[in-house]
């Protein structure tokens, strides 16, 4: 009997020392269970902080009491530093979530989903969009299934823009891809060439805009006996000929606008290709010399099959440069005296006639014009690489 009231006693004060020790053991559980989510509560406050932080920043940009050099400050921490917090402070929510898994998986859609959103938004949706009222009407109201597409292929004014288009398309782009290829080897390895590829190159940084103001005052025409202010006219008068109406006269001004989209484009071209051609080894050419080639022979037989692949890259560039063409005609003719193309044509109708559906149509057009010409240039591309 007193054995067994010793057991039950030793019992008993076991278990009352065991409790303590339990209740100090759960208090660091919960703590740890708790600090996750306190950490997540602080980031979303550290998150909150910063939105309120851009927002005031925004305000203080529109604010015109602000003065420019304060805005162009506030402007430029919102955009790097800004930028680099709003990442991240995603980066590190991210981290706080319990579960490894999810984490994995938010983890890229963090860092490529602001990517991805604003080019569904400002790729994606805009051509859905576009494909939907080309089948409307001016207004976007009523459905009228092909009507705008009828028009757009039957219309006089319409086919003018297309037969300019295909027109520019066949004249800018050999030309700009000839000249850039010839200037390429003709100043490749000389002593002035970088004197040289520089100049030519200038040009291409010029926007459009800029260089048909440029081009306009080359081109501009006063009636005979008056003084001529444009540069060309200007040297025709002086030998002895009669000024010219390069904008105007039907038959020439489409040319004389070609002439400033192939000065901006040649330079690009020429240093493509110049760096391409510098990648041919010296012991081909010299090899083919030894066998008593000509350049004429070295440049068609070795040069040119070597630079397929670059001389596709660039005229698809060029292509879909000269496909989108805009600024110059709108800037030089308007779309005037037959210069009219199809950019200048879906500006006219969106904006001068204001219906939606055609010019909707003539965008939809011109983005079925581009994708093959992309789709060559990406398969080019690979074809190089392999």
């Not at 006219?233 to 009669?242: S, T």
């Not at 010399?289 to 070295?298: C, M, N, T, V, Y």
């Not at 698809?316 to 005296?337: E, H, P, R, S, W």
Request: glycine fraction near 6%.
């Amino acid at each position: 009997m007193e054995i067994n009231q010793k057991q039950s006693r030793m019992k008993t004060a076991d278990s009352a020392g065991e409790q303590p020790s339990r209740q100090h053991s759960r208090r660091p559980l919960a703590s740890a269970a708790l600090a996750p989510g306190l950490r997540f509560l602080g980031w979303l406050l550290i998150a909150a902080a910063v939105i309120l932080a851009f927002r005031a920043g925004l305000a203080l940009i529109q604010d015109k009491t602000t003065p420019r050099i304060l805005a162009m400050l506030i402007a430029t921490g919102l955009g790097v530093a800004g930028v680099w917090l709003f990442y991240w402070t995603l980066d590190r929510l991210v981290a706080l979530l319990p579960v490894a898994r999810l984490r994995r998986r938010l983890l890229p859609l963090v860092f490529a989903g602001p990517a991805l959103a604003m080019v569904f938004i400002y790729l994606v949706y805009p051509a859905a969009l576009t494909i939907y009222l080309s089948f409307h009407d001016a207004r976007s109201e009523h459905f009228v299934g092909l009507e705008n597409y009828r028009f757009v292929f039957t219309e006089p004014a319409m086919r003018t823009a297309f037969a300019n288009n295909i027109f520019w398309i066949i004249m800018v782009t050999s030309a700009s891809v000839a000249l850039g290829l010839i200037i390429a080897v003709l100043f490749d390895r000389v002593r002035y060439e970088s004197v040289a590829k520089s100049l030519i190159f200038l040009p291409t940084a010029i926007s459009f805009v800029g260089a048909s103001v440029i081009w306009k005052f080359v081109y501009a025409y006063q009636p005979k006996g008056r003084p001529q202010i444009g540069l060309l006219n200007a040297l025709v008068v002086q030998a002895g000929g009669e000024p010219v109406g390069w904008l105007i006269e039907r038959g020439i001004n489409n040319l004389a606008l070609m002439v400033v989209m192939i000065w901006l484009q040649t330079g690009f071209c020429m240093v493509v290709l110049s760096a391409a051609l510098k990648a041919i080894p010296d012991e081909i050419i010299d090899a083919a010399r030894i066998d008593g080639a000509s350049e004429l022979q070295i440049f068609f037989s070795i040069v040119i099959p070597t630079l397929r692949g670059a001389i596709m890259t660039v005229a698809t560039a060029v292509v879909i440069a000269v496909l989108k063409v805009f600024d110059i005609v709108y800037v030089m003719t308007n779309g005037q005296y037959s210069t009219e193309v199809i950019a200048n044509r879906m500006y006219a109708e969106m904006f001068r006639y204001r219906d939606y559906g055609r010019a909707s149509a003539l965008a939809v057009i011109l983005l079925l014009a581009v994708v093959p010409v992309i789709i060559a240039n990406v398969r080019n591309i690979r074809r190089q690489r392999s």
